[in-house]
């Protein structure tokens, strides 16, 4: 079975700094798909990036950008010039194969002015 | 679009009460999904559907019930609520064509807290 690990609970980043978070997993596929998602306190789940395995190229989306690490199993995202509105509960997310999403259990970011 | 909606945003029951809860996409999406949140343990899926009229057990099943007769909708049902079941609950949905494959649309979710 698919499991995702972020081994850190809590972040804090100082505002314009950067900061990256942790993710690994566990499969024994070899096309896949994995996501960061954002909970900001009003609970909503936000996409912020999307990795496609096959893909070489780590994803980028304005100031979010991913470390993909195939061989390792290693996904990491890199937060630049944070915000104070980045604040939020940060997950990573491994698709399964018929549509779900195994997650791992978060990291709390906290951006200080 | 309404996009993913969820009903009701909170509710309360008895130990032993049934209920449903509703979701519905107008995105025509073919996978929908159902997943819980507690505190510390991130979002594990209970069921999931890939079309109209199939679904499967997910990560944590047990005392939910799912079927799909549309699309459009995914409901979720608790048979006889436990305290164990006091959760978010999240809906959601994707579709694996175009450049956005994957990606997964969520509800805002329903707080449900059994007594």
């Known amino acids: 079975a698919q499991t995702v690990t972020q081994s850190q609970p809590e972040m804090s980043v100082q505002e314009a700094e950067t900061v990256t978070l942790s993710c690994t997993y566990d499969?024994?596929?070899?096309?896949?798909?994995l996501f960061w998602y954002k909970q900001p306190p009003s609970r909503q789940m936000i996409l912020v990036i999307r990795?496609?395995?096959?893909?070489?190229q780590n994803a980028t989306e304005n100031r979010f950008s991913v470390n993909f690490q195939k061989a390792a199993k290693s996904f990491s995202l890199k937060i630049s010039d944070s915000q104070l509105g980045d604040a939020a509960m940060y997950f990573c997310?491994?698709?399964?194969?018929?549509?779900?999403?195994?997650f791992g259990k978060g990291t709390l970011l906290t951006v200080n002015p | 679009n309404a996009g993913v909606t969820q009903t009701p945003k909170f509710q309360v029951l008895k130990t032993g009460q049934s209920m449903t809860l509703q979701c519905a996409q107008d995105?025509?999406?073919?996978?929908m999904s159902w997943y819980r949140q507690d505190p510390g343990m991130g979002l594990r899926l209970i069921h999931y559907?890939?079309?109209?009229?199939?679904?499967d057990q997910g990560e944590v099943p047990n005392g939910y019930n799912v079927s799909r007769s549309t699309t459009e909708d995914f409901p979720l049902r608790l048979l006889s609520a436990a305290p164990s079941q006091t959760s978010v609950y999240f809906c959601?949905?994707?579709?694996?064509?175009?450049?956005?494959?994957?990606?997964?649309?969520f509800g805002p979710g329903t707080r449900l807290t059994v007594l």
């Open positions: 959601a949905s994707s579709y694996s064509a175009g450049g956005r494959g994957y990606e997964q649309f």
């Open positions: 499969t024994s596929e070899s096309d896949y798909y």
């Open positions: 990795q496609e395995a096959y893909k070489q």
């Open positions: 997310a491994y698709r399964l194969a018929l549509g779900g999403l195994t």
């Open positions: 995105m025509n999406h073919e996978y």
């Open positions: 559907s890939v079309g109209a009229g199939i679904t």
